[in-house]
């Protein structure tokens, strides 16, 4: 069983490209597993007269006022359609932290990143989590442009 994290964020761009390069991977349906993962970032602030209380308390119950990206059930419904089995996660945090905590966690054979679009300069540039996933991962990373 090939097992891939699938980090998403609110752009269905990158979801459907993501989505077009796990099916283009050379692997049976059968034989592949994907973890979704959409991580909340945490709201980081300047304590005030009441402390950091306040702040804690809300990123601890953020996953709970905040609905996931409508791109989560839209990659979970397309993988269950191709018959890929498919298991969604969600956490609070640093997103680039978060991708690696949970790969190692789950012990994902890659990570599937979307990236966007650049410039032909700029592709040189990735965007800060895709860039630290890239350079902190222990496995491979695939990216879907």
Known sequence: MYHVLVPVDTDEQRATAQLETLRSLPADPDDLSVTV???LEEIDTIADE???TFIDDLNESL?????VPD?????EERLADDGIDVERMEMVGDPADGIGQVAAEIDADAILLGVRKRSPVGKAIFGSVSQRVIID???PVIIAE
């Open 71 to 75: 791109t989560v059930p839209l990659i």
């Open 137 to 139: 991962a222990d496995r």
């Open 50 to 52: 009441g402390g950091t």
């Open 37 to 39: 993962l959409h991580v």
């Open 63 to 67: 996953s709970e006022i905040r609905d």
